[in-house]
T-cell receptor, first 112, second 114 residues
Framework: EDQVTQSPEALRLQEGESSSLNCSYT??????LFWYRQDPGKGPEFLFT???AGEEKEKERLKATLTKKESFLHITAPKPEDSATYLC?????????????FGAGTILRVKS | NAGVTQTPKFRVLKTGQSMTLLCAQD?????MYWYRQDPGMGLRLIHY???????AKGEVPDGYNVSRLKKQNFLLGLESAAPSQTSVYFC?????????????FGEGSWLTVV
């Protein structure tokens, strides 16, 4: 069974204090690992897709990396507007349809 | 850009009542999905569709039905609502081309069953 575990559940940072969020996964035949951002009362907003171990992608203060067992979302010098829930998800197997299996998310709060 | 649009955004139902959540997408996507999101459990797939006229069960399908009569619309029905179906429901869509295609989500529908 495909599983995704995110840690920590919640993270509080001071503005400018860099840190990382973890997403560990167990999956047969990874087709893609996704990071989404979700603001309160909103739907998930796509950030990155990673396809293979060693791959990295960046967007502003965010950098996502992937190994064979986990992915990290590194946040460099965060600002209060980076506060949100960050969701990790995997597409796996050969089943028809691009279904995603999600982790429970990490709630990030950045204080000024 | 509308993307994925869900209606209604909020609804309160009594136990046993029925209702339909409507989802429309304007990106010409083949695949559409319904997820539910509950605290501490992440998003879970209810049903999905890989094309007009087709539907399939996801991880938590019991108590729900779906229909995809038009490519751009995906309907989620609750025939007899139960308090356990109190949740936030998200519709999503994607294109089948290539690997690891991005799934785009709507803004959510908040459902409370009392």
């Amino acid at each position: 069974e495909d599983q995704v575990t995110q840690s920590p559940e919640a993270l509080r940072l001071q503005e400018g204090e860099s840190s990382s969020l973890n997403c560990s996964y167990t999956v047969s035949g990874l087709r893609g690992l996704f990071w989404y951002r979700q603001d309160p009362g909103k739907g998930p907003e796509f950030l990155f897709t990673l396809y293979s171990a060693g791959e990295e992608k960046e967007k502003e203060r965010l950098k996502a990396t992937l190994t064979k067992k986990e992915s990290f979302l590194h946040i460099t010098a965060p600002k209060p507007e980076d506060s949100a829930t960050y969701l990790c998800a995997v597409q796996a197997g050969m089943e028809y349809g691009n279904k995603l299996v999600f982790g429970a998310g990490t709630i990030l709060r950045v204080k000024s | 850009n509308a993307g994925v649009t869900q209606t209604p955004k909020f609804r309160v139902l009594k136990t046993g009542q029925s209702m339909t959540l409507l989802c429309a997408q304007d990106m010409n996507h083949e695949y559409m999905y319904w997820y539910r999101q509950d605290p501490g459990m992440g998003l879970r797939l209810i049903h999905y569709s890989v094309g007009e006229g087709t539907t399939a069960k996801g991880e938590v399908p019991d108590g729900y039905n779906v229909s995809r009569l038009k490519k751009q619309n995906f309907l989620l029905g609750l025939e007899s609502a139960a308090p356990s179906q109190t949740s936030v429901y998200f519709c999503a869509s994607s294109s089948p081309r290539g690997m690891g295609n991005t799934i785009y989500f709507g803004e959510g529908s908040w459902l409370t069953v009392v």
